[in-house]
Nanobody, 124 residues
């Protein structure tokens, strides 16, 4: 499985960005895709996840109400719409895939596949 992330960039406080992550390869029919982020000197943290089969979603408290995760089933692509961005959202954003798909894990180690990071910078 390969994941290709895109959509990062520089935006002002209060602005919006949409990240995309396209999956290719043998994902199976029941899996979870998620976004994590890592700021300099910080640990990688869970941002949002979606369970492919039933579209169940989960969000970190820090982004709830501002970010929205969705999927395009035909293209096996997951999106992260980020609104009302804050400087503390600045980080390298990574998409990840868990082929087990039993539940949306917030632990990075539970995901077998990772895309390259896409940098989001929010200026104050």
């Amino acid at each position: 499985v390969q994941l290709q992330a895109s959509g990062g960039g520089l935006v002002q406080t209060g602005g919006s960005l949409r990240l995309s992550c396209a999956a290719s390869g043998r994902t199976g029919s029941s899996y979870v895709m998620a976004w994590f982020r890592q700021a300099p000197g910080m640990e990688r943290e869970f941002v949002a996840g979606i369970r492919w089969r039933n579209r169940m979603t989960d969000y970190a408290d820090s982004v709830k109400g501002r970010f929205s995760i969705s999927r395009d089933n035909a293209n096996i692509t997951v999106y992260l719409q980020m609104n009302s961005l804050k400087p503390e959202d600045t980080a390298d954003y990574h998409c990840a895939l868990d082929t087990a798909g039993v539940k949306i894990n917030r632990i990075a180690g539970r995901y077998e596949y990772w895309g390259q990071g896409t940098l989001v910078t929010v200026s104050s």
